[in-house]
């Protein structure tokens, strides 16, 4: 007699709904881990794994050396005179961006249509790609008919050739740098803004509080993870500086404006040695993975 097997029990409904649900989710998650994974997990890992070898940019030539690499590193004075100029340039344009980014923010943060073209103008420079505003700053700075020389020349002082002296080409890099980034935090900071209950104001009104009680009290306790937010990606942004360098000074005068991205641009394309320029590149991906985390942890602390 032929033994018959009982049917296995059918899931409940709610299991079959959470399961149906999950596979939903995945596959709408499926494109965006292929893109991520591809254009980032995977070119990590190789910079990663190069950083460890010998590895010429042309040829098979890919010898591995291990941490070879990371020791010439440590012993190398244009590294890290070049990771010095990196952390100079950040720490003279960071804080400069975001207090002209919130004094922007502040001063536009009105109805109106002036104050709505105002906001677009400041925040066009920011779409520029860095070719066009390099060549503008280029021109602007030119010592002979530059619009600096002739308004240095119309007061009576000698022009400055900003971008071939030691001491100027740098500043002149920041300045360049906050005339086309300034947009990108003023929008940040007008979006905190209008975020803000306007009762809060109208009590502080009727209490007779001044503009500097308002601003103190008020508007910056409450931008407390908008200025993180924005101190965070401006660090970020110009620990990776390379555009401006290489097409106004190429690093000069006497590599006083050089870069950590234009030096690991040179060893990788120039020098032909990729595997160190990946050693370089993953110090400052590891220095920008810090400046992250200090963030995530200000704003776990802030909650």
Not at 102 to 128: E, M, Y
Not at 181 to 203: C, K, N, R, S
Not at 217 to 244: D, N, S, Y
Request: a positive charge.
């Amino acid at each position: 007699m032929a033994s018959t097997r009982a049917p296995a029990p059918a899931l409940p409904r709610r299991w079959r709904t959470r399961y149906r649900d999950a596979f939903a989710g995945y596959a709408f998650l499926a494109p965006f881990l292929a893109v991520y994974a591809l254009f980032l997990l995977y070119p990590f890992g190789l910079g990663l794994w190069m950083s460890l070898h010998d590895w010429e940019i042309v040829g098979d030539y890919r010898e591995y050396i291990g941490w070879l690499n990371y020791e010439e590193l440590w012993d190398d004075p244009y590294f890290w005179e070049a990771l010095k100029r990196t952390l100079q340039f950040a720490a003279m344009t960071v804080p400069a961006a975001t207090v002209l980014g919130f004094v922007l923010a502040l001063a536009l943060n009105r109805p109106g249509r002036i104050h709505g073209v105002l906001r677009a103008i400041f925040f066009a420079s920011s779409i520029f790609s860095v070719t066009v505003v390099t060549l503008v700053w280029t021109m602007v700075l030119n010592p002979n008919q530059g619009l600096v020389a002739n308004g240095l020349r119309a007061v009576g002082l000698e022009p400055i050739a900003f971008l071939t002296h030691q001491e100027w080409a740098m500043p002149a890099l920041v300045v360049t740098s906050l005339w086309w980034t300034a947009g990108f935090p003023m929008a940040l900071f007008l979006a905190g803004l209008q975020q803000i209950p306007p009762e809060v104001y109208e009590a502080a009104r009727l209490d007779n509080a001044s503009r500097w009680a308002v601003l103190w009290r008020i508007t910056l306790p409450a931008l407390k993870r908008t200025i993180l937010l924005v101190l965070v990606l401006e660090t970020v942004m110009h620990l990776q500086v390379f555009g401006q360098p290489l097409l106004m000074t190429r690093g000069g005068p006497s590599n006083s404006t050089r870069p950590l991205v234009q030096l690991i641009y040179e060893t990788g394309f120039r020098d032909w040695r990729s595997g160190y320029a990946s050693s370089m590149s993953l110090v400052l991906f590891v220095l920008m993975f810090f400046v992250a985390l200090l963030q995530l942890r200000l704003s776990r602390r802030e909650n």
